[in-house]
């Protein structure tokens, strides 16, 4: 199993207010990445990055940043979180590009 | 966007039966993944395929690329109740994106 951890798992939050989704790997992977998912649906990259200081959108337009200081750590902000945003947001890696991607146990939203 | 689509949508089936789901695209790809999906989870990879043909098995799961490598193929042998989930393909093309099925649910029933 991938080690890649997310957190928190759930969270339920009012309109307007800033959220940061957390996401590491103890991998080393440079890759990693941000999917969107409504329940039980495909799921959409919002956001990518191929290492330290590089990110990158998806094909899913979000409202959302993300940040890659450290290798191991990509979180995905919210400036002023909406209903819109109610969705189950997961991270993955992997280990290069078109190798298989890793996913952690994501982070159910809901905005109020 | 790109899209994959995968079918069934829903499968109800019955403790030892077979199953077999599919995943179609309209464009090339180089890279076809299976993955399931547990309810509050994230998806966790089952089998990776790299050629076109390329038939691979892990346990009673066996997946296969399509010669066109426009579609690739899943089949369950022998059902157990713990297979129940969401199966999702996922196809990459010639960029490192990965392009996800609609998912096929899978309910087994003892």
């Known amino acids: 199993e991938a080690d890649i951890y997310q957190t928190p798992r759930y969270l339920v939050i009012g309109t307007g207010k800033k959220i940061t989704l957390e996401c590491s790997q103890t991998?080393?992977?440079?890759?990693m990445y941000w999917y969107q998912q409504d329940p039980g649906m495909e799921l959409h990259l919002i956001h990518y990055?191929?290492?330290?200081?590089?990110?990158e959108k998806g094909d899913l337009s979000s409202e959302s940043t993300v940040s890659r200081i450290r290798t191991e750590h990509f979180p995905l902000t919210l400036e002023s979180a909406r209903p819109s945003h109610t969705s189950q947001y997961l991270c993955?890696?992997?280990?290069?590009?078109?190798?298989?991607?890793?996913f952690g146990d994501g982070t159910r939203l809901s905005i109020l | 966007g790109q899209q994959l689509n995968q079918s069934p949508q829903s499968m109800f089936i019955q403790e030892g039966e077979d199953v077999s789901m599919n995943c179609t695209s309209s464009?090339?790809?180089?890279?076809w993944l299976w993955y399931k999906q547990d309810p509050g989870e994230g998806p966790v990879l089952l089998i990776a395929?790299?050629?076109?043909?390329e038939l691979t098995s892990n346990g009673r799961l066996t997946a296969q690329f399509g010669i066109t490598r426009k579609d690739s193929f899943l089949n369950i042998s022998a059902s157990i109740p713990s297979d129940v989930g969401i199966y999702f393909c996922?196809?990459?093309?010639?960029?490192?994106?990965?392009?996800f099925g609609t998912g096929t649910r899978l309910q087994v029933f003892p």
């Open positions: 395929l790299y050629k076109a043909g």
């Open positions: 464009s090339i790809f180089n890279t």
């Open positions: 990055s191929y290492g330290v200081n590089s990110t």
């Open positions: 996922a196809g990459r093309g010639n960029t490192d994106k990965l392009i």
């Open positions: 993955a890696s992997s280990v290069g590009i078109n190798q298989p991607q890793h």
């Open positions: 991998m080393g992977h440079d890759k």
